[in-house]
Every structure is written in C-alpha cells, then in structure tokens.
C-alpha cells in the first residue's frame, strides 16, 4: 500500500513539473494577442493580416497534427515534450526581433510546431502514469498550468512585465529564454525518471505497415470522430474569446489593461471548469452528459457577449464560457485513451486526429471574427458565431451518450 502512494505521488509529481512547458506556452502563445492592438499600431496590421496572426498558431496543428501523434507515440513523451519546449522558445525569441508581418506570422507558425509536441505529449504521459479511468484529475493538473499561463500574460505580463522590461519585444526574448532553460531541465527529469523507457517495440516502429494500421484504426473510429467535432467547436470558442475579447473590451471603452485583466478572468473561469468538470464526471462516470452540460453553458455565454456591452451581464457571460469551455478541454483529452481500441498506447495518435481537425476551428475562430469586423465594423457577427459553436457541442455530446448506451 505504501508503495502504491509513492508511485502514486511520483507520477503527480512528474504531471506538475511537466505541466511547466504548457504554463510556458500558454504565456507565449496569448503574448500576441495581449498585445495585439500595440502590435498592430506599431507594425500597420490590417484586421485581417491581425487575425491570421492570432490564428496562425492552431493553423499548424492542421497538417501537422496527426503526424506529431505518430511520432510521439513512438518517441515517448518525454524526449517530446523537452523537443517541443526548445522550438517554441527560441521561435519567442525571434518574434521579439521581428520586423514585420510576415516575419512574425513565420515565428508564430514555428512557435505552432513546438505546441503540438505539448499538446499531445502531456496526455501521453498521463497516459502511461495513470489507468484510463483515472486521467481525469492528472489532465486538470496540465490543463491548470496552461490556464496560469494564459492568464498570467493578461494580468501580470500585459500590465506589469511587459511595461517594467520596456515594451512587448523584451517580453516576448525573455519569456522565449525561460522556455528554452526549462526545456533542459525537463529533458534531464524525464532521462532520469525513465519515462521514455516505457515505449515497446511496437510503439517504436516507424513502419509502413504499423503506421498504416494505426491510423486506419484511429480514422475510422465512430466514438472518436464525434469527440474530433466537440474539439473543434471547443478550440473555435476558446481560440476566438481568448484572441479577441481583449480588443472587443478596448473597443468598448475599457483601457488595455482592464481589457487585458477581465480577459484573465475568462481564463480564471476556464481553471475553473477544468478543475471541477472532469472530477465531478468521473466520480459519477458521466463524461459525455458533462459534455452536453458544458456545451449548452458555451451557448448561453456566448450569447450574453454578443449583448452584454461592458455591464455586469458581459462580465457573467465570461465567467460562463470560460467554465463551458475548461470543462470540455479535459474531457476531449481524457475520453480518447478509455475507448476501445485506442488506449494509452495510440493516445498522442488520437490526439493528433482530434486536433488535425480541431485545429481547423481553433483557426477558424480568430480569422472569422476579425474578418467579419473588417467587413461589418462590428464583433456582434464574429461572436455570434461562437454560440452557434456551442450548439453543435450539444447535439454531438448527445449523439456521443447515446452511440455508448
């Protein structure tokens, strides 16, 4: 028994100091957008030009994606996880150099590169470290350390660092550097903890046919095909609120730093979620009724945006997306390794599906609000849009139920 908790308070351990790089990422990921409208008056972005940029990220989990997978799930997690830490620190470093658009729309595609290996290592670790019907709790743990990065460059990187270091080019050089040194210290914690040492012959195969087999598995898996269409809405929302809403508050009459600092409370409501959605689903194993729950929460907050002007009804519609949206990020990324035939072994393979596709709405998301704005001069349509998102994360959370029963 004593034995069983240690190994137990070994593999949370690893969870935390793994959660690191997704806290990294987080902050460097939404430094763009926390800084979008200095960016766009010190470089002369157009809306459009501003929105790809938001998007450009999610834009390489398209192609990119389901090919991570495969090679994660042979890789091993943690020589994965140090790999992609690198690669996104350094392309941070070279957006605090970039001299115009294209330069930095190609630094933050390389930073898209380094985040699939966060992405989809994080759950393969859980993985291998946790039974199926426990991931539940350890995916919360990484997912509350993307939530304190993504809200620590609103409320303390966009108000306090970022004007303490001098502008939003010594933030992003600095916060690109710390990702770098962690990537080293990571990659010498999971040497020494042998997390890789775990990937079998199979799963190292890079062979046609064993390639082949996994993804004609993983394709063609009807479970997994409705979680793909919740991810996708859910990245389309989340992707879309936290990529806009600080400049939808600024053009309501909220300084940068009161957009910046209600933005967090967004991310804030999204830990929320997170931490409460996933325990309450697996205490009670009502995973996909969860889904529909925080599907028709994603709906109605998106609604109250469109409507709610600065008042209190805009600030109760960020809390409630936010917990719509954070109670379907663990679940997407816990249902995958307890289906039949995925398991802990194609985990990263099904994630890299889930955000191949997904991705295309994380994209989608940002790209359309700003687009629409170009064209109407107005957020009501982009944000409209987002509760149509929420709709569709019902019917397909109610279609996932019943295709289990």
């Given at each position: 028994m004593a034995r069983l908790a240690d190994e137990t308070r070994r593999a949370y351990g690893l969870v935390v100091v793994a959660s690191f790089g997704y806290t990294c990422l987080m902050f460097i990921w939404f430094s763009l957008p926390a800084y979008l409208s200095s960016i766009i008056e010190e470089i002369g972005l157009t809306g459009i030009q501003a929105g790809v940029l938001v998007g450009a990220v999610p834009l390489t989990y398209i192609p990119l994606a389901l090919f991570s997978g495969v090679v994660i799930d042979r890789v091993g997690p943690g020589r994965s996880l140090a790999t992609g830490v690198l690669i996104y620190g350094v392309a941070q470093i070279g957006r605090s150099t970039a001299p115009g658009f294209l330069s930095l729309l190609l630094f933050t595609l390389l930073i898209g590169v380094g985040a699939t290996a966060i992405t989809f290592g994080l759950p393969k670790l859980v993985s291998f470290l946790f039974p199926p019907e426990r991931t539940g709790s350890p995916s919360s743990i990484y997912l509350i350390g993307a939530s304190v990065g993504s809200a620590g460059v609103f409320s303390?990187?966009?108000?306090?660092?970022?004007?303490?270091?001098?502008?939003?080019?010594?933030?992003?050089?600095?916060?690109?550097?710390?990702?770098?040194?962690?990537?080293?210290?990571?990659?010498?914690?999971?040497?020494?903890?042998?997390?890789?040492?775990?990937?079998?012959?199979?799963?190292?195969?890079?062979?046609?046919?064993?390639?082949?087999?996994?993804?004609?598995?993983?394709?063609?898996?009807?479970?997994?095909?409705?979680?793909?269409?919740?991810?996708?809405?859910?990245?389309?929302?989340?992707?879309?609120?936290?990529?806009?809403?600080?400049?939808?508050?600024?053009?309501?009459?909220?300084?940068?730093?009161?957009?910046?600092?209600?933005?967090?409370?967004?991310?804030?409501?999204?830990?929320?979620?997170?931490?409460?959605?996933?325990?309450?689903?697996?205490?009670?194993?009502?995973?996909?009724?969860?889904?529909?729950?925080?599907?028709?929460?994603?709906?109605?907050?998106?609604?109250?945006?469109?409507?709610?002007?600065?008042?209190?009804?805009?600030?109760a519609s960020v809390v409630i997306t936010g917990i719509g949206v954070g109670g379907v990020s663990p679940l997407v990324r816990a249902i995958p390794p307890a289906l039949d035939g995925i398991g802990a072994r194609l985990t990263s393979t099904a994630m890299g599906f889930i955000f191949a596709v997904g991705e295309i709405g994380g994209f989608l998301g940002p790209v359309l609000i700003g687009t629409l704005h170009e064209i109407t001069g107005s957020f009501v349509p982009g944000f409209g849009l987002l509760s149509t998102a929420g709709l569709i994360v019902i019917i397909a959370g109610e279609a996932l139920r019943r295709l289990r029963e």
């Open positions: 303390v990187g966009r108000p306090i660092l970022g004007p303490m270091l001098g502008g939003w080019r010594p933030l992003f050089f600095w916060s690109g550097l710390v990702a770098v040194i962690y990537s080293a210290v990571w990659f010498v914690v999971a040497r020494q903890a042998g997390i890789d040492d775990r990937t079998d012959e199979h799963d190292s195969s890079f062979s046609v046919d064993s390639i082949s087999h996994d993804l004609r598995l993983i394709l063609s898996h009807r479970e997994l095909q409705l979680v793909v269409i919740i991810g996708t809405m859910y990245l389309l929302v989340n992707h879309g609120v936290q990529g806009w809403l600080p400049t939808v508050l600024e053009s309501r009459g909220l300084s940068p730093d009161q957009a910046g600092q209600t933005t967090s409370v967004f991310v804030a409501a999204f830990a929320l979620g997170v931490l409460v959605v996933p325990v309450a689903a697996d205490r009670y194993s009502a995973r996909r009724t969860a889904l529909v729950s925080c599907g028709s929460l994603m709906f109605l907050g998106a609604v109250g945006m469109v409507f709610g002007g600065i008042h209190f009804l805009m600030f």
